[in-house]
């Protein structure tokens, strides 16, 4: 064998060797399981309130992105609103068709979180957004709960928050 051959063989097996060593050693990826670190989105109610409008109710929300990817916005297609004796849900087409305004904050004019009748809520990664929705039902007085569900999350991380009809 030539004398440069053999040179770029032992260096080819020693760069090979180099980057599956620091491989294993800073991600466990040679020998255990592949490792993928990308996060799943997290939504949150950062203001809710509510007031009765005749027959229907004025919802009010500031809803924001505060983790995951951000090559796509978070969505939250189905929302329920609860109280300890009743409940409702709203899927995708009934949050875009109940929503009549969206304000974007000052901070992020340039990202525009939006509403459709298949992704529900749609946030992007560190924006924040007020979404005004004109519900047909009359609440009674009391307290309730709005949880957004969100997919591929569990239960425990959906966005939740509470307002009070007087």
Not at 62 to 69: E, K, L
Request: avoid cysteine; charge should be negative; charged fraction near 15%.
């Amino acid at each position: 064998m030539d004398r440069t051959v053999v040179i770029a063989l032992v260096f080819g097996i020693l760069v090979m060797g180099f980057i599956l060593g620091t491989g294993q050693w800073a991600y466990g990826n040679v020998v255990g399981p592949l490792v993928n670190y990308s996060k799943l989105p997290k939504l949150e109610i950062t203001y809710i309130t509510a007031k009765e409008q005749g027959n229907q109710t004025m919802l009010i929300m500031n809803i924001t992105d505060v983790d995951g990817p951000d090559a796509y916005p978070a969505s939250a297609p189905l929302m329920e609103i609860y109280n300890s004796t009743w409940h409702v849900y709203l899927n995708s087409s009934e949050i875009a068709n109940y929503t009549i305004k969206v304000i974007q904050a000052p901070w992020n004019e340039n990202k525009k979180d939006y509403v459709n009748w298949y992704t529900g809520f749609a946030i992007v990664l560190g924006s924040e957004a007020q979404f005004q929705m004109l519900l047909p039902i009359h609440l009674s007085p009391g307290t309730y709960h709005v949880k957004l569900y969100t997919p591929a999350l569990s239960e425990k991380s959906m966005a939740v928050a509470s307002f009070t009809i007087s």
